[in-house]
Every structure is written in C-alpha cells, then in structure tokens.
C-alpha cells in the first residue's frame, strides 16, 4: 500500500516568493494533518482537514499561508509570500478514522522549505 | 506552560543500557497518549501507545501517571539503532477530533 506522499522534497527560494507543497494522502483515509517542524522541534499543527473540511486552523497564519483540500483527497499548502521564519519542513499526515483515539498519524516524508 | 513538555537531550548512553524518558501534559483531560520515534531527517513515526495500565512491546515500557500528568518511556538493553527522536504525543480527544500535539522531542544517542 501506498504511503502518504508530498512533493517537492525539497525547495528553495527568495524572500517574498511563492511556494506550494501538495499532498497525497493513504487510500480511504479521511482526516489530513499539515504540520510544520522546525529544527529542533517537535511538529506544530498548521491545518486538520476532515474530508474536504479544514476543521481546525486555528494555527494556520492566514495573512500568508493557504490550504485546500478539493474532493477530500488531495491537498495543497500555499504560502505567500513567504519569509524568512518560514524555512522549516512542512509534513503532511493522515489517518483513518476522524475522531478516533488511535493517535496512529502516517506522514509523509515532508517538503523541507529554505527561504533566503 | 506548553501543552506536552519534554527534555530535548541529548541523551548519551552506551549500548545495553537503560534509559528512561518523561513527558508532561498540562491538560488533565488528556485521553490518549503516544509515543513516536523520528530519526534524523526521516518523518516521525508511531512506537507505541501509552496504556493507564502501562505497556510493553519488547525492550520499550511505556507508563502514565494521570495524577501528576506525565508519561514516561524507558529503553531497555539500548541498541546502536534505537538512536533517534523520541516524541511524545498526547491526544485530548476535544469535540470528537483529533487534537494530536507532539512534545519537542528528546534525543538518544547510543554510544558504541
């Protein structure tokens, strides 16, 4: 079975411009996570989507950054324009079962983002 | 007070020995509690669950203690390969979803 899969690995970029990361979630699985983890700590929820629901973005900063989740499975992150604190890696996550106790997130192996 | 608090490490032990981490909640309403492993540049990934009753899965235990809100993983007979980033992760099950937060992490480093 397949895994959960982001693109691009990696990118680099300048001060003030653009970036998309996309997301391929596991087959069947209805909640996505994006996380964002700088060096040194542990991932920070940005954006829960239930189906094509973004149920919590409470720490989503809206000014600069975007998501959606079109038809429940695919999932963009946009940032723009993006700044220099924004370098960090960007993992997206699933799981199977909204609202369940499992606590069972399959990740990506994340978007690693260097703003120059 | 930050929701899940752990020790950043790192922590150098040599191979066979044992180790032990703790991890503080600040939500006593917490439900649900996990364990999961990240290793250097690799995505984080689930080692076990943490059970009231605490649990074992070879040489890993893990242990709750609701009443002081911390939970706590302890390594037995540590290998060169159980280095990594231990991240602690606690679920307080809010309205029906998942509200997973992950502690900072603390890191092992098993020396030959």
């Known amino acids: 079975e397949a895994g959960v899969v982001q693109s691009p690995r990696y990118k680099i970029i300048e001060k003030k411009q653009p970036v998309a990361f996309w997301c391929n979630p596991i087959?069947?699985?209805?909640?996505l996570y994006w996380y964002r983890q700088n060096l040194g700590q542990g991932p920070e929820l940005l954006i829960r989507?239930?189906?094509?629901?973004?149920?919590?973005d409470s720490q989503l900063p809206k000014d600069r950054f975007s998501a959606e989740r079109l038809k429940g499975v695919d999932s963009t992150l946009k940032i723009q324009p993006a700044e220099l604190g924004d370098s960090a890696v960007y993992l997206c996550?699933?799981?199977?079962?909204?609202?369940?106790?499992?606590?069972?997130?399959?990740f990506g192996e994340g978007s690693r983002l260097t703003v120059l | 007070r930050k929701e899940v608090e752990q020790d950043p490490g790192p922590f150098n032990v040599p191979e066979g020995a044992t180790v032990a981490f703790n991890c503080t909640y600040s939500?006593?309403?917490?439900?649900?509690f996990f364990w999961y492993r990240q290793d250097c540049r690799k995505e984080p990934k689930l080692l076990m669950s943490v059970y009231s009753s605490g649990n074992e899965d070879g040489r890993f235990t893990a242990q709750l203690n609701r009443a002081s809100q911390y939970i706590s993983l302890l390594i037995r007979d540590s290998k060169l390969s159980d280095s990594a980033t231990y991240l602690c992760?606690?679920?307080?099950?809010?309205?029906?979803?998942?509200?997973?937060?992950f502690g900072t992490g603390t890191k092992l480093q098993v020396i030959p």
């Open positions: 989507y239930e189906n094509e629901e973004a149920v919590d």
């Open positions: 996550a699933s799981s199977p079962v909204a609202g369940a106790v499992t606590g069972e997130l399959f």
């Open positions: 087959s069947g699985h209805n909640t």
């Open positions: 939500n006593s309403a917490s439900q649900s």
């Open positions: 992760v606690v679920n307080p099950y809010s309205g029906g979803y998942q509200k997973v937060t």
